[in-house]
């Protein structure tokens, strides 16, 4: 069974970079044709994908996010990176990681971990 | 960007009930439709996708159907475990995006 965790700062201030990680367990990143996603939930609750990267290194990313993020991928660690640059409190969120299987969706998510972004 | 228009917001329902839940797209998006079930503090979890298959192991008292670019995901008979916010999700077009969701409340 494929599991995700996700884990970085909790807090971020205004202006820094947001990092977090999400570690795989259950099968490797660079196995089958899956898209190992970043989305984040605000506190109003509305759902927004980030973006992936797929284990040969390809990345595609919400264009309103675009010029911010970077995604990137470990496969010797089995786990995929998020940094989201110049964040201010509208990126406060839940941040969740996921694996995006084609036409099959996003079977699997991590549990979330919330970012505050706060001075 | 593709909108992702889901109603009703929010619903009151019985155990036992029959529930419908809408989620209209801004364009055609075949059939690359997907359903989400998030209870609080919980990550979504996925139910359908390809607007009518059925997860692994999800209760085959949920179904879901299309109309053009009105999806709909039912619950033939809601259990208790059933009350939780759902949530539509469209992959046809990068970026993917999701209705606004609804709550099914007691």
């Known amino acids: 069974q494929v599991q995700l965790q996700e884990s970085g700062p909790g807090l971020v201030k205004p202006s820094q970079t947001l990092s977090l990680t999400c570690t795989v367990s259950?099968?490797?990143?660079?196995?089958?044709?899956?898209?190992w996603s970043w989305l984040r939930q605000f506190p109003g609750k509305g759902l927004e994908w980030i973006g992936y990267?797929?284990?040969?290194?390809?990345?595609y990313y919400n264009p309103s996010l675009k010029s911010r993020v970077t995604i990137s991928l470990d496969t010797s660690k089995n786990h995929f990176s998020l940094r989201l640059s110049s964040v201010t409190a509208a990126d406060t969120a839940v941040y969740f990681c996921?694996?995006?299987?084609?036409?099959?969706?996003?079977?699997?998510w991590g549990q979330g971990t919330l970012v505050t972004v706060s001075s | 960007d593709i909108q992702m228009t889901q109603s009703p917001s929010s619903l009151s329902a019985s155990v036992g009930d029959r529930v419908t839940i809408t989620c209209r797209a801004s364009q055609g998006i075949s059939s690359s439709l997907a359903w989400y079930q998030q209870r609080p503090g919980k990550a979504p979890k996925l139910l359908l996708y390809?607007?009518?298959r059925l997860e692994s192991g999800v209760p085959t008292r949920f179904s879901g159907s299309v109309s053009g670019t009105d999806f709909t995901l039912t619950i033939s008979s809601l259990q208790p475990e059933d009350f939780a916010t759902y949530y539509c999700?469209?992959?046809?077009?990068?970026?993917?995006?999701f209705g606004q969701g609804t709550k099914v409340e007691i």
């Open positions: 259950g099968g490797s990143i660079s196995s089958g044709d899956y898209y």
């Open positions: 390809g607007t009518s």
């Open positions: 990267i797929h284990y040969s290194g390809s990345t």
């Open positions: 999700q469209q992959y046809y077009t990068t970026p993917w995006t």
């Open positions: 996921a694996r995006d299987g084609g036409i099959i969706a996003l079977g699997y």
